[in-house]
């Protein structure tokens, strides 16, 4: 592993501004046999492939404007689902940043990643930790653990008002 970066770091919609090569989605059997969504741009045989981790209770909606600018870069992106998130499987347990690291192993050996930089962002960070921790890093160039917003500011409420929305609707959960 070549390195890593603990960042706090905004990123915003100024990122897709890069020309998208084509966002597309599927799924893949995580650790457990569940479902794990995912969405993907860029090159498929591309050298360096970039794998997003999303916080709790966010989907892969939240990397959008990251997969069409580092794709635009000629990097193969792909953001997932975390397990009980977006399109991928609910459980009402086994959703461990350790489970995760499972699914996160699943997708890396399923689509074939390698030369990945692995970012999590809030709980993904935790999820890309635990990976680190039980698999090691050989499929790993580098590591991005973000612990702040990904948002464009108050102007991420009218740019994305599904996610605001379902951020909303789980604000009583913190009451």
Known sequence: MRSLCLLALCCGAGLASAAS??????????????????????????????????????????????????????????????????GSSVLCSHNSPEDRAGDILQVIARLHLSHVTLVGWSQGAQDVSAYVSRFGTREVDDLVLVDSPVSAGPKEAAANPKFLTIELRGISLYS
Do not use: K, M, N
């Open 21 to 86: 090569l084509g966002i597309t989605q599927g799924f893949v059997a995580g650790a457990d046999q569940v479902e794990v969504h995912y969405r993907q741009d860029g090159p498929l045989r591309a050298a360096h492939t970039l794998l997003l981790v999303p916080g709790w209770r966010v989907s892969s909606l939240i990397w959008a404007a990251q997969l069409r600018y580092f794709a635009g870069l000629g990097d193969r992106v792909v953001a997932i689902d975390s397990r009980s998130q977006g």
